[in-house]
Nanobody, 125 residues
């Protein structure tokens, strides 16, 4: 399994912005597609966004499309999630995880189950 470490998170006002990052010291980072997931209190973990290993394709959930942007820097072995126009419903713990992919696009399916601590995002006035 690829070990990923999330960073970022925090408290932000509605309409504000926040940027998450996810990285790994492993050399395989650039060869895997990675996604962001989140879990709000009392709710199941849900897919947020994913990006192909070569950054050629991205996928977003309808709830964040147009507001969040996923990107990656393979040279730095870092995944990013730029979160704009944040809403209270975005409050959750955010996780990054390797996802399955095809030759055409990434998927919403996590490849492993070694979820880390995640980063807490709280959107409140």
């Amino acid at each position: 399994q690829v070990r990923l470490v999330e960073s970022g998170g925090g408290l932000v006002r509605p309409g504000g912005s926040l940027k998450h990052s996810c990285t790994t010291p492993g050399h395989v980072f650039s060869s895997v597609s990675i996604g962001w997931f989140r879990q709000a209190p009392g709710k199941e973990r849900e897919f947020v966004a994913a990006i192909a290993w070569n950054a050629g394709h991205t996928l977003y959930s309808d709830s964040v499309k147009g507001r969040f942007t996923i990107s990656r820097d393979n040279a730095k072995k870092t995944l990013y999630l730029q979160m704009n126009s944040l809403k209270p419903d975005d409050t959750a713990v955010y996780y990054c995880m390797v996802v399955q992919d095809t030759t055409l696009e990434v998927t919403t399916t996590p490849l492993f189950d070694n979820w880390g601590q995640g980063t807490q995002v709280t959107v409140s006035s």
